[in-house]
Each structure stands twice: as structure tokens, then as C-alpha cells.
């Protein structure tokens, strides 16, 4: 093989490969993103960080801002401790919040930034001292069971007490109708119009059971 | 090298070689000087070629010393031993060209990687060397192309590329056609004198090599059985060197495979029947 | 018996540090890319560009079935537009390095093998020792340099066209958007984690199947059927040893 045919198809295989890696980089890959650009660095705590990792997005109005560099745990105020990095290009007020919040229904999680109306900003290493935590399922189920529970409680006003979650619901809801049912006949025994009354809006309350 | 005799450019002393515990060659003491064709003979098998892989450093011995004037190879490093070994060429009896190389670049080779020659100065030297050998026409073929007799003979041009003081060729003379066999010999006796090099030759190939020889060791039972100048050998009475020399089928040398009697594997009858 | 077993492991034991020393003397000769250049680029385009063919139609290939099966598998949970991820980071991360690498091994491995063997069988190493000419350094390091050079590049190309091919199949055949074929790719693949730990991988990987290979050749006995065994081996370990380095790295990569 001629020296320089040679030397042409190596060179040209050698460049395949660097065509198909910058290929892999930019097209495949995030790094046209925040790769190159001067960034500052931000803390905050937060209770709960969730599924919050390293490298996640930090946006503002769903435009991603910075990323999140580390995530470690402050033993003195028993929160986790985050600090991200912002674009240089992006002022901030140093009273801006941020929230953890979740991309999609049960997608990755990341740091959303809200603007306060502080003239300051913020600088590197300044702390965001108002901050959300990330919404944890099992605390939102038992939260809206408890809800629940309390808000059947209240309208039978005795003692049927924490009912069973799930679908205990209704049947809480008719023993509670029951007692209410027999604290009305005691109380419309000595006023028979409240007793009337009382027996009609229990009526009206099993009917919509 | 300044040595005190300076007529043998080589000697092995006491040599001796085995793998592991078995020795095939011992008390191996082979003398060669300056401008002498030595053949070195013997049966297949015998350990001829060793020999040449022992002055060549490919293998160390045993025991003894191989010694290039006063100096042991054993005492040479890897550099040393590359030193020393581009005073040497060596002819393989299959040739061993390189094969992704045509004919003039394996000529070429040891040239450009020894010595810093312009690219036309290495022409005219590649070119005078397969005019040499007669060959100079093939000059582009890939060795795939050409026979067997003309693998030897570049190979015999590369050897001799950088004119080496030793020159070893091992069984150079195997498997020749009869014009090719009176041309190698020609070739080596030439080259010989032309370089006023050593060369040594392991063959068995008894007219060729007489007619050329100065001096000839004959190897058998793993040492020297004879040494002498051909017309000595000729008339030697050592009856395996006779039976060698006269092409005997059997003497020291046995025709039968050491194994059981004929008489066990045929079952023939050991009494004699009555007639 | 223990001292047949006993000398099984000191000839193991002596084998190893054989190679060992080998494989040194070869990474310690990495200045022959500038020295010797030609002897390099020859070898590149035996064991490289000649590769190109294989590697590229796999790559496209296992492109289309990446795609078709995470399509199939994604659609059920309505997730479709993920196929692009799902292609990219199984390539980048995974295939592209180990594919590539056993297919090397099966192509170029097994022809370095041979070569390296039937060189030896004809005498030429020998041949090349006598005339004074290290023959590791002249024939077995370019081609191990080669290698190593090499792998990487195909196995990037290998990732590329197989990501090319998920893209024909997933948005072409099958009608998934191609903005969000490629958004999706891009906010999942990270550039320093996926792609850089997926190079690193290949280069890995070259040295090992390389070296494997001419190891073999140069050890290989000079017959026929001792180049054919040597072939044999040289495809064993390396496939073998691919995968194993694979997990290894993968467990130190990815770990955490």
C-alpha cells in the first residue's frame, strides 16, 4: 500500500471515531448545557430532600438555571445541606425560595428557584434561607387519610373516634350516623322540635350517605 | 576485538545442551577460523542445528562457553548479544522472508533498521546483492510468488546484507533441484571468500558440502564422532562416519525403529513344524 | 499427585509473571507512535479500518433491536418517547464497549493470532532475532499499539450508528416524535458519567483483547494445529476477559 493512501485512510478512520464521540457528546448527551459556563455557588437546607441527586437541574420557571453539586447531611441542624451551582449569567434576590419539585407525575426530581423582591441578590456562597422539601408519598397518603377522617368526625360531632383508613371510610360514616341517630332521640325527648329537626338533618345526613 | 590467536574467530568449549534433565549435546569442542567453510554433520535429530542456535545466542548452554575471540556470550547482555549478532547472518532452511514484504524490502530490512543510509544508497546495495543471487529482476515479488529455490536465495541476499564475518546456513542444500544444488554451493564458497568471512554449514548433504568444505565436524550420539578435512572422513574407519559417507542403510545408524521382534507381531511359530 | 499439582501451579505462577513482563514491555514502548509511526498506521488499517464493516453493521443492527424492544417493552407503560434514552445510555454505557470489544476479539483478535503464529512457525521471529531486530519491538508492539488505538474508535462508532439505528426505528418505523426522541436522549446521558466512562471502558478493553491475542500468537506452538488452538484461545479468554473487566468496571463506575 502507497505511504500516503495509507497515511489518508488511517487518518480518515482516526476521524470516524471523533466524528462519532463528538457525536455521542453533543447530540446524545447533555453537554451543550451548563458544561463550560462561570457559575457561583449557593446553599440551602431542606427537611427532606427526596430523590434529589447529584447533577440535578436547579430551574427557574421551568428554564434550567444551574445544577445541583453536592448534597450532604448538616449534623447540627439535622436537615440536608445543598449546594448547586448557578450560571453566572442569572441574578437571583437574595430572598428567592426554592422547592424541590418533581419533573412529571413520577419523574426525576430537581430544584425549582422562585424570585423574592429583595433589591440585594444573591452572591456566592450566600445561603436561600426559605426553602420547600421534596414531597414524599407516604407522608402525602397518611396526610390525606387523616384529612379525611377528621373531616366525617366533625360532622357527627360525638365520640366515633380515628376511624380505620381506606375503605372503612363509609362504614365509619354510618356508625356515626347511628350514634348521632340515637344522641338525637335523647336530646329530642326533652326539645321535640330540635328533636324533629335534629332526626330531619340526620335523615337528610344517612339519606346522602 | 584484539585476541591473542587470531585465527579462530570462534570456539565452543566443553558445550553441552539439554532440555531439562535429558542432554542432547556434551562435551561439544568445535574450533572455526577465519575464511574456513566448516560443514557440520550428522544424522536428523542429532542436534545440529542446535549448534547454530548456541553461537548465535538463541539458546543458552548448559555448560562450557561459546566464545567470539576472548568474549563469552554469556556474559553479554541483550544489547551485547544484538551487537554481536549483526556480525552474523544467518540462512534458514525455509528461507523465513518476511511475507507482508516483497523480495526487495526483506532485502532491504536489515539495512534500514542497522544503519542510516539514504534511501539510494540501500537501492544499489539491495540491488547488488540479488544480482548476486541472480535474482535481481524479481525484485517486487511477494514471496508468496516465488518458488521455494528463490526464497532461499533472497533470504541467502538478505543474510548478507550487511556483510557479516559469520555466516551460518542451515541445511541450505535440502530439497534442491541438481542446478539449483551446484548454485548454492557456488554461492557459499563465493560469498566466503568475497566477505573473507566464516561460514558454517549444517547438512547432510555429503558431495555438495565435501566439495566445498575446509573442515568438517560429523555429530552423533550427542558429540563429536569425527572431525576432520573431508578427504580424512572420506577415508575415516569410525563405522557410523563409513556408513554415513557411503550411504549405507544400516549400521550405527539403525534402520528399525527400536520395538518388539518381527516374530511377536505376526505370531509366528517358534518350533519348527516337522516337514 | 501433590507434586504434579504443585508444579501445575509454579508453571502457572511463572506463566503469568511471563506475561506480566510482556505486557509491561509493551505499554513501556507507547514511544513508537512517534518513533516509528508508519509501523503503527499499517497496523491500524489492518485491524481497524478492515473492522469497520462488522462493527458498523452490528452497531446498526443492534441499533434496530434496542429500539423495537424498548419500544415494545416502554409502550405498555405509555413511555414510548424514552426509547432514545433507553438506546443511548444501553450503548454508550454497556453494548457499544463489550459488543465491540468480542466482536474485535472474533475479528482482528483471531487474525492477529494467526499471523502472529504462522510468523513463528515459518521461522521469520527468528529469522528477525538474528538479524538483530527485537522482533516485540518491530512486530508485536505496533500491532498492540494499533489496538489499543483502534478500540476506542470503533467501539464510539459502534454506539453511534446502533443510536442512528434505534433513531430509524424508532421515529422512522414506528412513529415516535423525533424532538422528543432526542430531548429525552439528551436529558438522560451524561456526557462525563455515560460517555467518558463508556471510552474509558473500550480503551480498556483494546489493551486486554490486543495483548491477549498477540500473547497467544507468540506463544503459540509453530504447527498448524498449534496456531489453531492458539486462535481458539485467543477468542476464549478475551470474550471472557471483556466480560469480566466489564462487570469490574461497572461496579466501580457506576456504583454509587
Known sequence: ?209 | ?275 | MITALGRHVRSGISRTGYATRMLLRLISMFGLMVTRPRLVTRQIMFIGNYSLLIIGVSGLFVGFVLGLQGYYTLSRYGSEASVGLLVALSLVRELGPVVAALLFAGRAGTSLTAEIGLMKAGEQLMAMEMMAVDPVRFVIAPRFWAGAISMPILAAIFSAVGIFGGYIVGVLLLGIDSGSFWSQMQGGVDVARDVGNGVIKSIIFGLAVTFIALYQGYEASPTPEGVSRATTRTVVYASLTVLGLDFLLTALMFGN
Not at chain 1, 13 to 40: D, E, H, I, R, W
Not at chain 2, 83 to 97: D, E, I, Y
Not at chain 2, 251 to 271: E, I, K, N, S
Open chain 1, 1 to 209: 500500500m502507497k505511504k500516503t493512501a495509507l497515511d489518508f485512510w488511517v487518518g480518515l478512520f482516526v476521524l470516524c471515531g471523533f466524528v462519532a464521540l463528538l457525536f455521542l457528546a453533543l447530540k446524545a448527551g447533555n453537554m451543550s448545557a451548563l458544561s463550560f459556563q462561570p457559575t457561583y455557588q449557593v446553599k440551602m437546607r431542606f427537611d427532606n430532600i427526596g430523590g434529589l441527586k447529584g447533577g440535578a437541574a436547579v430551574k427557574s420557571s421551568g428554564v434550567v438555571v444551574g445544577r445541583v453539586d453536592t448534597i450532604t447531611f448538616d449534623d447540627k441542624t439535622f436537615q440536608a445541606l445543598v449546594t448547586i451551582d448557578v450560571d453566572k449569567k442569572f441574578q437571583f434576590p437574595d430572598d428567592s425560595s426554592a422547592k424541590i419539585l418533581t419533573s412529571g407525575l413520577l419523574g426525576e426530581q430537581y430544584i425549582g428557584l422562585e424570585p423574592g423582591g429583595s433589591e440585594q441578590n444573591l452572591k456566592s456562597g450566600d445561603t436561600i434561607a426559605m426553602t420547600q422539601s421534596a414531597i414524599v408519598l407516604e407522608n402525602l397518603i397518611s396526610q390525606f387519610l387523616y384529612s379525611k377522617a377528621a373531616d366525617s368526625g366533625a360532622a357527627s360531632g360525638a365520640s366515633a373516634a380515628g376511624a380505620p383508613a381506606g375503605g372503612a371510610g363509609s362504614a365509619a360514616g354510618s356508625t356515626s350516623g347511628g350514634a348521632s341517630g340515637s344522641a338525637g332521640a335523647n336530646h329530642g325527648a326533652a326539645f321535640p322540635g330540635a328533636a324533629a329537626a335534629m332526626g330531619g338533618s340526620n335523615a337528610a345526613a344517612s339519606g346522602a350517605q
Open chain 2, 1 to 275: 576485538m584484539p585476541s591473542v590467536n587470531s585465527e579462530t574467530v570462534l570456539e565452543l568449549r566443553d558445550v553441552a545442551f539439554g532440555y531439562g534433565e535429558r542432554l542432547v549435546l556434551s562435551g561439544l569442542n568445535m574450533r572455526f577460523k577465519r575464511g574456513q567453510v566448516v560443514a557440520v554433520m550428522g544424522g536428523s535429530g542429532c542436534g545440529k542445528t542446535t549448534v547454530l542456535k548456541l553461537i548465535g545466542a538463541l539458546v543458552k548452554a548448559n555448560a562450557g562457553q561459546v566464545l567470539f575471540g576472548d568474549d563469552d556470550i554469556d556474559t553479554l547482555d541483550a544489547k551485547g548479544v544484538y551487537r554481536l549478532r549483526r556480525k552474523m547472518g544467518m540462512l534458514f532452511q525455509f528461507g523465513a522472508l518476511f511475507t507482508d514484504m516483497s523480495v526487495f524490502e526483506n532485502v532491504a530490512f536489515p539495512l534500514r533498521e542497522h544503519t542510516n543510509l539514504p534511501e539510494t544508497l540501500i537501492r544499489d546495495l539491495v540491488l547488488m546483492k540479488l544480482n548476486a543471487v541472480g535474482l535481481r529482476g524479481a525484485r517486487d515479488l511477494l514471496p508468496s510468488e516465488i518458488s521455494g529455490g528463490m526464497s532461499r536465495r533472497v533470504a541467502l541476499a538478505r543474510a548478507i546484507a550487511l556483510d557479516p564475518q559469520i555466516m551460518m546456513y542451515d541445511e541450505p542444500f535440502a530439497g534442491l533441484d541438481p542446478i539449483s544444488l551446484g548454485i548454492t554451493a557456488n554461492l557459499i564458497k563465493t560469498f566466503n571468500q568475497a566477505l573473507g568471512a566464516t561460514s558454517i554449514l549444517v547438512t547432510h548433504d555429503v558431495p555438495e558440502s565435501f566439495a566445498i568444505a575446509d573442515y568438517v565436524y560429523f555429530i552423533a550420539n550427542g558429540g563429536i564422532a569425527a572431525e576432520g578435512t573431508p578427504d580424512e572422513l572420506r577415508a575415516s574407519k569410525d563405522p557410523a562416519v563409513r556408513q554415513f559417507i557411503d550411504a549405507a542403510p544400516d549400521g550405527p545408524f539403525r534402520f528399525h525403529y527400536p520395538g518388539v521382534p518381527l516374530d511377536a507381531d505376526f505370531g509366528l511359530a517358534t518350533t519348527k513344524e516337522p516337514r
